[in-house]
């Protein structure tokens, strides 16, 4: 029997609606408690000493290049494996992305290949870990070290990521995460900035509320303030925090559906010997469990839009991280002057690959009927 299968869907119940509920009965909109609550949850969550709230996971990785004074003339490295917003946030401070290629093991930033792409313009690092695998930062930050280089996590498919025990976004100077409505967790948009510098939180705070000096709790007159930098309009409102209280509670429970998912459709898959999976959890690594990519193998890859919709015919749900390397993306592309030779493994990560659901509305019945759905769909294509 056929089965509907999406890829992903957010986890929203009575506790959700009853929070927005009571934000919409309330006095305020923006600039009120809730926000200031979520922070200090999501911060106790993590281990974070600083949390802020943002409109977005962009918007926070923006805030944090711009609160640092980057601009022209200053490079920052990105992976090519990646969500454009990741060089997005760069670009919006007219700082130039130098693209680097991934690893074919995990997916994640080639860490070998860094401390060759520095120059003297280069002024920080940004990871992504992939999926949900925590890149080795002990790594990163050396080179980062010997190069006085600033790092910072795009943490957009991490809640729950830890490397030795140590959250994602704490890993490096400051991380960003997602709370899209597909993410591990949902504000319905938003997002998250976590750093152990004081200073920078700060800024950041400041920073995505125009630059005010006091928002409107602080203001001693109704209506009065001054403006002592300049800033952005990226708050979280009181709708977005009170549906993220709620759904951090449901974080454990999430996890561990995914996890267990995962592990029931990874054993499925090793036995599909036309596809090769990227390494999991392993020691001190903990992914989070996003999804599940698989590569394709040789002759497969050039059918994947046929097996994509086979698959959907059958009811499960897919998707690709992602479609192709940022700098093979017509903007960066025309703008830099790239061409398909570049990062040829994020390449064939992007035009090879097949991602498949784990999330926690699904059941490992279900990831068994995925991995039956796979083996069909890639004997008819043969």
């Known amino acids: 029997m056929t089965r509907t299968i999406p890829f992903g869907k957010p986890m929203i119940g009575d506790e959700e609606k009853n929070a927005v509920l009571q934000v919409l009965d309330g006095p305020m909109l923006v600039h009120g408690p809730r926000a200031k609550a979520f922070e200090a949850s999501f911060a106790a969550y993590t281990g974070a000493p600083h949390a802020v709230s943002v409109s977005s996971c962009t918007a926070g990785m923006h805030l944090v290049w711009f609160a640092l004074g980057y601009g022209p003339g200053d490079e920052i490295i990105v992976p090519a494996q990646t969500h454009a917003a990741t060089a997005h946030a760069v670009e919006f401070v007219g700082a130039t992305p130098v693209f ?145 209280e709620e759904q951090l509670k449901k974080v454990p429970m999430i996890l561990e559906r995914r996890r267990e998912n995962y592990e029931v459709l990874h054993s499925g898959l090793q036995t599909i010997e036309e596809v090769g999976l990227f390494l999991s959890t392993q020691g001190g690594y903990q992914s989070s469990y996003y999804c599940m990519s698989v590569m394709l193998g040789d002759g497969l890859a050039q059918k994947r839009p046929q097996l994509m919709q086979r698959l959907g015919e059958m009811g499960v749900g897919t998707s690709v991280y992602y479609p192709a390397p940022v700098p093979h993306m017509t903007y960066y592309r025309e703008k830099y002057g790239y061409d398909r030779s570049c990062c040829p493994v994020a390449a064939s990560i992007s035009y090879g690959s097949v991602a498949l659901p784990v999330g926690p509305h699904l059941t490992p019945d279900d990831m068994r009927y995925i991995v039956d759905s796979l083996k069909k769909a890639i004997s008819e294509e043969k």
């Open 100 to 244: 680097c290629d991934a690893d074919p093991k995990t997916g994640n930033i080639d860490i070998d290949l860094l401390e060759g792409l520095i120059t003297e313009r280069t002024r920080a690092i940004c990871i992504v870990h992939y999926l949900g695998l925590p890149v080795d930062m002990d790594r990163v930050n050396a080179i980062a070290a010997r190069h006085s280089l600033f790092v910072m996590e795009d943490c957009a498919l991490a809640v729950g990521t830890t490397l030795n025990g140590t959250h994602a976004g704490l890993l490096g100077d400051a991380g960003s995460f997602s709370f899209y409505p597909v993410k591990h967790m949902t504000t319905a948009e938003g997002g998250m900035v976590t750093t152990r510098h004081a200073e920078l939180a700060e800024k950041v705070n400041r920073m995505k509320a125009f630059g005010v000096d006091r928002v409107v709790g602080e203001r001693k007159v109704p209506g009065v303030y001054d403006v002592t930098m300049l800033g952005y309009n990226y708050r979280m409102n009181e709708i977005q925090a009170a549906i993220g």
